[in-house]
């Protein structure tokens, strides 16, 4: 079974992010954690980024159409974008939202996430273990 990752705005740039909330961590470090964490659990991965609420839109549909899991780092969008919000319902598999931090422990804006109440379950504040705590979540939920 495949499971699609998806990564929003800004994490293909964690380098030169806020090193308190990311520490070292890298886009290719989430890259990493998925292939490992699909391999550890027999899935296949396809892993995207994008800056591009449209683009995400789309890849949600598309994942929509094929029944896909998806695993999802909405990034800033998780805050605030009603569109994906509304793609996200019409996924007809699991979706697990992952966060690299805590988003309770930072600014006010980031503790309200408009994508936790129509997912299955939210993980936050693990680094990449967050990814690979989703893989683990997801295959009880799959399988
Ligand atoms: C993030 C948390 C969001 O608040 C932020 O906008 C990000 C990354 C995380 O993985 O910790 O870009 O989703």
Same mark, same amino acid.
């Given at each position: ?46 892993? $995207?980024?994008?800056?591009? #609420?449209?683009? %995400?839109?789309?890849? =949600? ?6 029944? !896909?899991? +998806? @695993? ?19 996924? $007809?598999?699991?979706?697990? #939202?992952?966060? %690299?931090?805590?988003? =309770? ?6 503790? !309200?996430? +408009? @994508? ?28």
């Amino acid at each position: 079974m495949k499971i699609l990752v998806l990564n929003g705005p800004n994490l293909s740039r964690l380098d030169l992010r806020e090193k308190n909330y990311y520490g070292d961590i890298s886009y290719q470090d989430i890259e990493k954690a998925c292939l490992q964490g699909a391999k550890d659990l027999d899935f296949e991965v396809e892993i $995207k980024q994008s800056n591009d #609420e449209a683009e %995400l839109i789309d890849w =949600l549909h598309a994942a929509a159409d094929s029944k !896909t899991p +998806v @695993i999802f780092n909405p990034a800033a969008f998780t805050h605030y974008s009603y569109a994906i919000r509304d793609a996200v319902v019409m996924l $007809k598999a699991p979706c697990i #939202e992952v966060h %690299l931090s805590n988003p =309770l422990s930072r600014e006010d804006f980031r503790h !309200t996430s +408009v @994508i936790s109440g129509v997912v299955q379950g939210s993980i936050a504040g693990f680094g990449v273990d967050s990814y690979r705590l989703a893989f683990a979540a997801m295959s009880e939920l799959v399988k």
